[in-house]
């Protein structure tokens, strides 16, 4: 095929710069091109396609080209246009959803340890997948596409699989975070990912808990949810089941399976059984179906994973009295979005308590700059975060990225 540019440079080029979601960048050289993340932004209440507007069945692609939801790009959706490779980072939505209108023929990579999650969320029918699935890549053994070289290197992040990516090309070394912790499970995997990434002249920083410097909330602002490690939810998770003499409810997320897993040997260990709804049950490869009569009849022995759209479901259970709702992490992810009001209207109306139990899976704001420092890189470029200018770090240069703008390497690594 012709007419393609042949940058005899390096670009890196923000198809959406994830403010705050749906991240998108590529990196090309020498005809090549290399796309890093293909989800579609999460955002309630400012979407197009949210508050329950889907985009129409058989047309969805179009649809969402038509609101901006898609990005507009050649070779990757009608036909292949021979150069253009996709890398995953993990399966969370703003990373994928976009992943089923590939062309068939679009090479397609995402890291080896994702595949169990990837394979179970597209056969409990939450998310489409393309076809054929992609390729899986083995952690940090690099793949060379022409001259780009991509090698993932694995983080900690909510759920299980989650890369981030080293790129090498003849003019730029360019470290690409993903979404990632240090107050997670495996704080040392994200650790060996900015040991790995010593030294690059780009930092593509994920920085969706930034905050500007001086943040003072508005006047009768709610104040701030509590910051919890993974750790301190297991143990709140204990203290909660131990005094709470009716049904606990939690709106878990079940593609963060080691959660779910911990949860459950949490409430074993405690008398309780965690049933989840069946989809719910098949993301996080768990056996406990709910089952309403059961928990119902005896509340104190079970803890229920219930979705919002499932909510409903709670006339049914029929909660005694000292009974908690538990918000660890499924959506409403937070006040951003309208339905959270919608919950704890449901929390009220029932009588529930309530218990926030949740951690996130994202760098704290110091943990942020505790990676740039460990980079240490020529240039820090920040993405998906409400506030990208707040991140400063003395030293390092900051550059936040306007969408659609190609930057040469030359530029980056000026
Ligand atoms: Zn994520």
Redesign the pocket.
């Known amino acids: 095929m012709v007419g393609f540019p042949m940058p005899a440079s390096t670009l890196l080029t923000f198809l959406n710069t994830g403010n705050p979601t749906g991240l998108k960048f590529t990196v090309e050289h020498g005809g090549r091109r290399a796309l890093f993340d293909f989800g579609l932004e999460h955002a309630p209440g400012r979407a197009p396609f949210s508050m329950g507007l889907e985009p129409r069945p058989g047309r969805e692609l179009a649809d969402l080209l038509a609101v901006g939801s898609a990005p507009r790009l050649d070779g990757v959706y009608e036909g292949w246009d021979g150069r253009t490779a996709v890398f995953i980072t993990?399966m969370?939505l703003d990373?994928t959803s976009l992943v089923r209108f590939l062309h068939p023929q679009v090479p397609l990579f995402y890291p080896a340890a994702m595949e169990d999650l990837r394979s179970a969320v597209e056969a409990s029918g939450y998310l489409a997948w393309r076809r054929p699935a992609g390729t899986p890549l083995p952690d940090r053994r690099p793949l060379t596409w022409g001259e780009i070289e991509v090698t993932p290197v694995s983080v900690d992040?909510d759920l299980p699989g989650a890369t981030g990516y080293l790129v090498r090309t003849p003019d730029l070394f360019l470290a690409y975070t993903g979404?990632h912790r240090w107050h997670g499970l495996h704080a040392e995997s994200t650790a060996a990912f900015a040991e790995a990434a010593r030294g690059a002249d780009v930092l593509v920083q994920e920085g969706v808990l930034l905050e500007p410097p001086a943040a003072a909330p508005a006047a009768g602002a709610l104040p701030p949810l509590p910051r919890h490690s993974e750790h301190d939810v297991a143990l709140g998770f204990g203290s909660l089941l131990e005094s709470t003499p009716g049904l606990v409810v939690a709106n878990l997320y079940p593609m963060n399976r080691e959660r779910v897993a911990l949860l459950a040997a949490t409430a074993a260990a405690r008398g309780r059984r965690l049933v989840m709804e069946p989809q719910a049950a098949a993301i996080a490869g768990r056996p406990d179906l709910l089952d309403v009569a059961e928990v119902k009849a005896d509340p104190a022995r079970f803890a229920v994973q219930l979705s919002f759209e499932n909510l409903p479901t709670l006339i049914d259970l029929a909660p005694p009295a000292g009974s908690v709702y538990a918000h660890s992490n499924g959506p409403p992810l937070g006040r951003f979005d309208p339905a959270y009001q919608v919950l704890h209207a449901w929390i009220q109306g029932l009588g529930l308590g309530y218990a926030h139990l949740g951690s996130s899976?994202h760098s704290w704001p110091a943990d942020i700059d505790r990676m740039v420092r460990a980079v240490g890189p020529g240039l820090v470029v920040p993405v998906h975060s409400r506030t990208p200018q707040a991140l400063r770090v003395p030293g390092v240069p900051v550059l936040v990225p306007e969408v659609m703008r190609p930057y040469t390497a030359d530029e980056l690594k000026a």
Request: proline share 0%; hydrophobic share 0%; aromatic share 0%.
């Open positions: 993990h969370h990373h992040h979404d899976g």
